[in-house]
């Protein structure tokens, strides 16, 4: 799995938790990176994690990724969060695998993205307080 905009690693985590092989931790704050490895080596969970420091969107366009996650957790600094475009580059970006679910965490006065993303189909959308998340899967 991926967990995008990682910042401490705690979607990722729990994912490891519930049974997930791996998880790819993207985050690009260097301040935050160093809570990420520490959570992991807490853990004990180092080798089933491959944290990479760089801003995501960056390495989808130049396809910096390996493909075939199942499950793409993304939670974006609300602030400035990507959005759709996010969403359109992780369809185009080959890196899903056969049924592969994107989930974007987002705050629920902003706009989803649209039902559609080519190469991505919402499937529901669920809010909790101030928080919306997006389900999607690969059609």
Do not use: H, K, W
């Amino acid at each position: 799995m991926l967990d995008a905009f990682a910042g401490t690693g705690a979607l990722g985590f729990e994912a490891l938790s519930r049974g997930a092989a791996d998880v790819t931790f993207v985050e690009a704050d260097t301040r935050v990176l160093a809570f990420l490895r520490r959570n992991a080596e807490t853990l004990e969970v180092t080798a089933r994690c491959l944290i990479l420091a760089e801003r995501v969107e960056t390495l989808l366009d130049r396809r910096g990724l390996e493909g075939g996650f199942d499950l793409v957790l993304a939670d974006p600094p609300y602030a400035s969060g990507p959005g759709e475009s996010f969403l359109r580059q992780v369809a185009a970006s080959g890196i899903l695998s056969a049924g592969a679910r994107v989930v974007f965490q987002r705050d629920a006065r902003t706009l989803p993205a649209p039902g559609q993303v080519t190469g991505l189909e919402q499937v529901r959308t669920a809010r909790y307080g101030r928080t919306c998340l997006d389900f999607y899967s690969v059609p």
